[in-house]
């Protein structure tokens, strides 16, 4: 490939197209099978309960850490202006709106966005999607629906546990480690937390990323090359294109919640 | 729909199909006869693999047609080629059990996901499956737990439990020990005759596939080099069938790759010191 040859280009710039083409194809094809899907709830509801039960600790454990890091440097800032009793609505702030979504998608996108991407790349691999197109059962409805669709339910509610332990990690550095008042803490929080604005742009921007990371996962596995190099390579591409994604349209969100 | 042993099930006319440049099948023309085992072999890379898979579906032509009792598969799409689909089974090369259910499971995933049978029934019929392969006891392992011949069996098992017309076995005997591969043959022969199916098997072992089969087809080069009964293509004077009969390892398809002269290469002039 050089880039000064018309015909390299073009070639390369008719794949991508027709990459980008099939992409967008199986995008639809999973969000019109959310029907089938639901009525075999079984098959979803596995997939919740693999997808959040296993990423549960490192999200708690994250949301402590984040938490513990935003009551610290809060007080840093906030202590200057003589505000320090606003640690409270800052913490939740910074978590409902920004951290705890964000954060919460780069971490699925590494715990459980890898393993779909595994697993599917190996069931192609191991020739199982193909038995199953022999079989007459159709993969994409059979195994990527219900992940797609359980992933899309998963990572809001992996969210707000990661809100509400940061929140209690904020309290415990904040109050029981600094010494800020628990009543101007809590009360502080509680009248500048919009419910709209703040919770639901956070819940808006957490289902936006469900969607991101286990589309890309997701496809990233149905693609991948059925050797062992092409699958350890498709598990690294999700990891990258989902936080690259993830990151780029927390900017988009972000801006376009402004200027409503 | 004529059931007359004298229509070929399945028949490829004059198919061509090619990966890239590469052309696999040239103008092959095959007849699968109805009721018997037809056994598909020919050197690696020869195109036999592609013959299921079109068969299956899987690819298209890109010339020719592959009739799947009087249909052309290569037009079909969607559920009427799952309707087709239906009424085969494959066996692929390495089983390709499903990883994350277990034996029981595997074989009861095509009831589940195409009828709506109650769990007795399904259990049952599983059984009666695993039992034709011999693995009613293994009903609870795990695909990592079995041995490769069993994970054929298990394969074959769920292959079979929709009862199909038509089964395609991918290499059944690559791989497996001498008693396995002995098992797995007679297997093959006993489901052919006792359901009634049509059995197409892709092989290179020579002994036990002209043991078992009724006829047998060489593939080289994109087309049939032999066709017929296995005592038939024994006797066969065409040098690369004779080749691949005996497994001479020089003949029409050479040991050395293509690639310099031997003097070229180790520098050595033809003929005499340099």
Known sequence: ?260 | MDDSPLTPFVELRNVTFGYGDRAVLDGLNLSIPRGKVTALMGASGGGKTTVLRLIGGQQRAQQGEVLFDGQDVGTLQGPALYAARRRMGMLFQFGALFTDLSVFENVAFPLREHTDLPEALVRDIVLMKLNAVGLRGARNLMPSEVSGGMARRVALARAIALDPELVMYDEPFAGLDPISLGTAAQLIRRLNDAMGLTSIVVSHDIDETFHIADQVVVLANGKVAAQGTPAEVRASTDPLVHQFVNALADGPVRLHYPGPDVEQDFGVARGGEP
């Open chain 1, 1 to 260: 490939m050089s880039w000064y040859k018309p015909a390299d280009v073009g070639f390369a710039a008719r794949r991508l197209l027709g990459d980008i083409g099939a992409a967008a194809r199986l995008f639809m094809r999973l969000l019109a099978l959310a029907g089938p899907a639901f009525r075999r709830f079984g098959l979803v509801r596995d997939q919740v309960h693999f997808l959040g039960n296993y990423s549960l600790a490192i999200i708690a454990v994250s949301g402590l850490f984040v938490g513990f890091v935003l009551a610290l440097q809060g007080y840093y800032i906030l202590q200057r202006y003589g505000s320090a009793e606003a640690l409270g609505m800052m913490v939740a702030l910074s978590l409902l709106r920004e951290l705890g979504p964000v954060v919460t998608a780069l971490l699925f996108a590494g715990r459980a966005g890898t393993s779909l991407t595994a697993e599917i790349g190996l069931m192609r691999a191991g020739e199982q999607l193909s038995a199953m197109e022999m079989m007459a059962v159709d993969p994409v409805r059979r195994i990527l629906a219900p992940r797609f669709w359980a992933g899309i339910i998963v990572l809001p509610l992996l969210t707000a546990i990661f809100n509400a332990v940061g929140i209690m990690g904020g309290w415990g550095v904040g109050v029981l480690m600094i010494g800020i008042d628990p009543g101007s803490f809590w009360s502080q929080m509680q009248g500048g937390v919009d419910v709209w604005q703040d919770v639901g742009n956070g819940v808006v921007k957490s289902v936006v990323f469900g969607f991101t990371v286990t589309f890309v996962a997701l496809l990233q596995g149905y693609n991948a090359r059925p050797t062992p190099e092409g699958v350890s390579r498709a598990t690294t591409r999700t990891v990258v294109m989902a936080s690259l994604a993830v990151l780029a349209l927390d900017l988009v969100l972000t801006a376009m919640m402004f200027s409503i």
